[in-house]
Antibody
Framework: EVQLLESGGGLVQPGGSLRLSCAAS????????MSWVRQAPGQGLEWVSV????????YYADSVQGRFTISRDNSKNTLYLQMNSLRAEDTAVYYC?????????????WGQGTLVTVSS | EIVLTQSPGTLSLSPGERATLSCRAS???????LAWYQQKPGQAPRLLIY???SRATGIPDRFSGSGSGTDFTLTISRLEPEDFAVYYC??????????FGQGTRVEI
């Protein structure tokens, strides 16, 4: 059974940093691109970033480019999102999501999400 | 960038009724790379439909997708109590982003 479990969310001041983790199990983690998708309170879904299965290719939404860094440790079956220079508009539930190959950005499994609140 | 517009914003129906949700793309979607997700309060989204018409694993056959080009539809043939949720369409496959629509709430 595929399981994705996010952690690392919390309250952080504007300008601060936070690192999210997503522990994966139930599938061959290194074989799949993984994404982060976020949802601001009461709002819709916004794709944030993706990393290839090997970790050598990444891509970001314009809204987080230069501030967020996605990475993965395939030996630990874990996905990460390092978030720097956080802004109030980054407040959201952050989901990690597994892609359904061969398609780009089609997500067949999601974690339960972790809430990030950026506020002073 | 492709923009997806969903309508209506809210659909008020009763159990047993038929629900018809619309998703319109600002440009034609190649190979009908259009997906539908269901999200219940406090839960993660769940993939329902991909390729505009294909049901994901474990999805009941009361859920069906149709359409091509720029106009797509999700139909729930007979609403069950557990189907009241928010539904999002998403375009995928043709770009490195995965753009979502703004969602349609199906309420009792």
């Amino acid at each position: 059974e595929v399981q994705l479990l996010e952690s690392g969310g919390g309250l952080v001041q504007p300008g601060g940093s936070l690192r999210l983790s997503c522990a994966a199990s139930g599938f061959t983690f290194s074989s799949y691109p993984m994404s982060w998708v976020r949802q601001a309170p009461g709002q819709g879904l916004e794709w944030v970033s993706v990393i290839s299965g090997s970790g050598d290719s990444t891509y970001y939404a314009d809204s987080v480019q230069g501030r967020f860094t996605i990475s993965r440790d395939n030996s630990k079956n874990t996905l990460y999102l390092q978030m720097n220079s956080l802004r109030a508009e980054d407040t959201a539930v952050y989901y990690c999501a597994k892609e359904k190959p061969p398609w780009l950005r089609l997500f067949d499994y999601w974690g339960q999400g972790t809430l990030v609140t950026v506020s002073s | 960038e492709i923009v997806l517009t969903q309508s209506p914003g809210t659909l008020s129906l009763s159990p047993g009724e038929r629900a018809t949700l619309s998703c319109r793309a600002s440009q034609s979607l190649s190979s009908s790379y259009l997906a539908w997700y269901q999200q219940k309060p406090g839960q993660a989204p769940r993939l329902l439909i991909y390729g505009a018409v294909s049901r994901a694993t474990g999805i009941p056959d009361r859920f069906s997708g149709s359409g091509s080009g720029t106009d797509f539809t999700l139909t729930i043939s007979r609403l069950e109590p557990e189907d009241f949720a928010v539904y999002y369409c998403q375009q995928y496959g043709s770009s490195r982003r995965g753009t979502f629509g703004q969602g349609t709430r199906v309420e009792i």
